[in-house]
C-alpha cells in the first residue's frame, strides 16, 4: 500500500521556524520526485517545493525562495521541508506528494499537516 505521511505542523509566530517530515512507504522511494504543495482556504493549492528522484534538482515557489529548504533521505523514504522566517501569508494546510520521475502528475497525496502562523 501506497502511503504518504505527514508531520511537524504547527502553530508559530511570525519569523519563527518549522520541519515538516514526509515518511514515503510502499513505493520505490528513488523513482519518485516529491513535492510538498499548501493549501489555504479559498486559494488553489500551489507547490511550494519539489525535488527530483536524483535528489539533485530542486524548485522552489518564488513566495518562499530563500526561506524554504526541501530535501531528501533516500535510505530512510523521508522528505523534508525546513521552513524558516515564516509569515502569516504561510499558514495552510501543507501536503506532501510523489510522482514517477517519468510521469508529469503528482499521483500520490498525503494527507497534510496544519501551519499556523500567527502576527
Known amino acids: 500500500q501506497v502511503q504518504l505521511v505527514e508531520s511537524g505542523g504547527g502553530s508559530v509566530q511570525t519569523g519563527g521556524s518549522l520541519r515538516l517530515s514526509c515518511a514515503a512507504s510502499?513505493?520505490?522511494?528513488?523513482?519518485?520526485?516529491m513535492g510538498w504543495f499548501r493549501q489555504a482556504p479559498g486559494k488553489e493549492r500551489e507547490l511550494v517545493a519539489e525535488i527530483r528522484w536524483s535528489g539533485i534538482d530542486t524548485y522552489y515557489a518564488d513566495s518562499v525562495k530563500g526561506r524554504f529548504t526541501i530535501s531528501r533521505d533516500g535510505a530512510m523514504n523521508m522528505v523534508y521541508l525546513q521552513m524558516n522566517n515564516l509569515k502569516p501569508e504561510d499558514t495552510a494546510v501543507y501536503l506532501c506528494?510523489?510522482?514517477?520521475?517519468?510521469?508529469?502528475?503528482?499521483?500520490?497525496w498525503g494527507q497534510g499537516t496544519q501551519v499556523t502562523v500567527s502576527s
Open positions: 506528494a510523489a510522482k514517477l520521475r517519468c510521469s508529469s502528475a503528482y499521483a500520490v
Open positions: 510502499g513505493l520505490t522511494f528513488s523513482a519518485y520526485t
